[in-house]
Structures are given as C-alpha cells and as structure tokens.
C-alpha cells in the first residue's frame, strides 16, 4: 500500500529525531563536508576503525546541525574551522576531539593520547593553525559518497 504525502513526512521527521539520538548510542564525528582534509581524515579513521566504533556525518547536514543545536552549539556554514565528537558524555571539538577518535583507533594511534600534557589552549591553537588553512592547503570538493561497505556508517 502506499504510504501518503503526510505519512511520508510523518515518517522522515521521525527518520531525522531517531538519527538525532545517534550521540548517545554511537560516537558520531561530525566533519565539514565540503573540505578535502577533513575527507582525508574521515577515510583515514575508517580505515583504522575496524571495531565500527564511530558513525559520521557532514556538518552541512541537517541531522549534524540539528544534534550540535540541541547541544547548544550553534553552526556557521561559513566557518567550518572545527570538527565534533558527539558522545554519551556530550560533544567534544577541536584538538579534544582529534585525540578522543585517535584513542579508539587501531594500531598505535591511541598513543597520541600523550599529547594531553599540552595545554588544551596550545593543542588548539596547533589545530586552528591547520583548519583555518585547509581549503587554501588541499581545497574543497562536494561531499564524497563513501564505499558500500562504509555507507551503514554515514549519517546523511
């Protein structure tokens, strides 16, 4: 039977708030979709991911907006200097974020846990030394689509 116009959008806005708990059931890394580094790093922490552990999603999508708004972050599109761990303790950004992905990678990634005798100030300046560079250093490209093997581990 099929379904009508209001049970459709019934069901997608129901589709949007179950995706919108996804912090709380799985570490969601929210990336900015438009940025060729930010892929790299994605491709990069799914490739040494093995366990599945984290679930992505583009800052430009309306489920990532909408899980950092009712965190009370508050997303400018035109500046996408920060990347977010969203977990079950809250969401982490920036250098916080980096090495709490690096501590659940495989092989010896979570050693860089060591960085954390920085100063948080100093791993941060470090990061937006990086990010507020990116497009300039390796460009911008629309959202890649990920392998059918990742798909089930992209939020659109």
Not at 33 to 47: K, P, W
Not at 121 to 136: E, Q, S
Request: positive net charge.
């Amino acid at each position: 039977m099929a379904k009508t116009r209001s049970q459709r959008i019934n069901n997608q806005h129901t589709d949007i708030e179950d995706r919108a708990q996804l912090g709380d059931r799985y570490p969601l890394v929210i990336f900015d979709g438009s940025c060729n580094l930010c892929h790299g790093a994605v491709r990069f922490i799914v490739r040494r991911d093995r366990r599945e552990h984290f679930k992505f999603a583009s800052i430009q999508s309306e489920t990532a907006q909408r899980l950092l708004a009712n965190r009370g972050i508050n997303v400018d599109l035109e500046d996408l200097s920060s990347f977010y761990l969203l977990d079950e303790q809250g969401v982490l950004a920036q250098s916080e974020a980096a090495l709490a992905v690096a501590s659940k990678l495989d092989g010896l990634w979570p050693l860089l846990r060591i960085l954390k005798v920085l100063p948080r100030g100093l791993r941060d300046w470090g990061y937006r030394l990086i990010a507020n560079r990116r497009y300039r250093l390796l460009g911008r490209r629309a959202c890649a689509l990920p392998s059918e093997v990742d798909r089930g581990r992209f939020i659109e």
